[in-house]
DNA sequence: ATTCTAACA
DNA sequence: TGTTAGTA
């Protein structure tokens, strides 16, 4: 995992943050929690901490539901999109291999 | 001061 | 979803 993907993978903003950052209500963060369209990390207490993506991820959110969307139709629309996400990023790394075993093969290029 | 869970008008 | 009670 690269050093940008951590950082906006850490989970350390706390509730009330998301909530300035969101525009959403704590009770309607916590909502969507219990649906299963994100998934906050606990802490001290059990309190939540969310990530940079999380945050992301309430913005889609809130935009799904002024779209008419229902939390489960957003549900399957999030593991849809991480299902292509994997995809491509699978895809990508198998082109990179095949095109250093090619260079390898020719030889001129070192792999490293 | 903040956040958490559970529950109700 | 809003709101409130009783906690941690």
């Known amino acids: 995992?690269?050093?940008?993907?951590?950082?906006?993978?850490?989970?350390?903003?706390?509730?009330?943050?998301?909530?300035?950052?969101?525009?959403?209500?704590?009770?309607?963060?916590?909502?969507?929690?219990?649906?299963?369209?994100?998934?906050?990390?606990?802490?001290?207490?059990?309190?939540?901490?969310?990530?940079?993506?999380?945050?992301?991820?309430l913005l889609n959110i809130k935009d799904h539901l002024d779209a008419g969307d229902s939390t489960k139709d957003i549900k399957e629309i999030f593991e849809k999109q991480a299902r292509k996400a994997r995809q491509s990023k699978n895809t990508d790394q198998a082109l990179r291999r095949s095109l250093q075993d090619e260079f390898a093969k020719i030889g001129r290029f070192d792999v490293r």
């Open 1 to 57: 995992m690269s050093g940008r993907e951590l950082r906006r993978n850490l989970a350390i903003l706390p509730i009330g943050t998301v909530r300035e950052l969101t525009l959403l209500t704590d009770r309607q963060i916590r909502y969507y929690e219990q649906h299963g369209l994100i998934s906050p990390k606990r802490g001290d207490g059990g309190q939540r901490r969310f990530s940079l993506n999380d945050v992301d991820q």
